[in-house]
């Protein structure tokens, strides 16, 4: 089955860190762009972050440069955000997105389910 | 940052209606826009890239155009399946989202 399942949300104090994951299976993981989007509780998807198939080329957000790192482990198909200085802003839902071309345009034709961080004392 | 407003942010139709949802970039973005469907509790659903192009498998009631900064997404018939939040988002640089449409029973 092609799909993306996220894990290592959960309940985090401002300030600290937190490791998500993301498995992928059904498709060849090395062969696409890769990102994460993130969901804030009532708002709309913000994109975050993504990495190229090898790992040799990252974006980021603005707001998370710094702070966020992705980073792919192609032998194990899974993909990965270390978040640190978190604050209460960045609560909300965070789902890895395979990232695919059409020519020279980019979508995101498949998400996982996504996992909840939560950043409060 | 490339600004994506969407219009109208709700709107209540019925099953069998014609929908229209438009999106402005903040500036130009040639055809860098991609729709999405999202439900209650679930991920977003991608329904149309490079801002005309169906995806596979979904329903051809659906369809987008535009090019430039203004963009539209049409639902020629809505059926019940058809409620939820639609986003436009544009790839053009570091990728943003619109700020979402409900589409509600009227």
């Known amino acids: 089955e092609v799909q993306l399942v996220e894990s290592g949300g959960g309940l985090v104090q401002p300030g600290g860190s937190l490791r998500l994951s993301c498995a992928a299976s059904g498709f060849t993981f090395s062969s696409y762009w890769m990102s994460w989007v993130r969901q804030a509780p009532g708002k709309g998807p913000e994109w975050l972050a993504n990495i190229k198939q090898d790992g040799s080329e990252k974006y980021y957000m603005d707001y998370v440069k710094g702070r966020f790192t992705i980073s792919r482990d192609n032998a194990k198909n899974s993909l990965y955000l270390q978040m640190n200085s978190l604050s209460a802003e960045d609560t909300a839902i965070y789902y890895c997105?395979?990232?695919?071309?059409?020519?020279?345009?980019?979508?995101?034709?498949?998400w996982g389910r996504g996992t909840l961080v939560t950043v409060s004392s | 940052d490339i600004q994506m407003t969407q219009s109208p942010s709700s709107l209540s139709a019925s099953v069998g209606d014609r929908v229209t949802i438009t999106c402005r970039a903040s500036q130009i973005i040639s055809s860098y826009l991609n729709w999405y469907q999202q439900k209650p509790g679930k991920a977003p659903k991608l329904l149309i890239y490079a801002a005309s192009t169906l995806q596979s498998g979904v329903p051809s009631r659906f369809s987008g155009s535009g090019s430039g900064a203004d963009f539209t997404l049409t639902i020629s018939s809505l059926q019940p399946e058809d409620f939820a939040t639609y986003y436009c988002q544009q790839s053009y640089t570091e990728w943003t989202f619109g700020q979402g449409t409900k589409v509600e029973i009227k």
């Open positions: 997105a395979k990232t695919t071309p059409a020519g020279i345009y980019y979508y995101f034709d498949l």
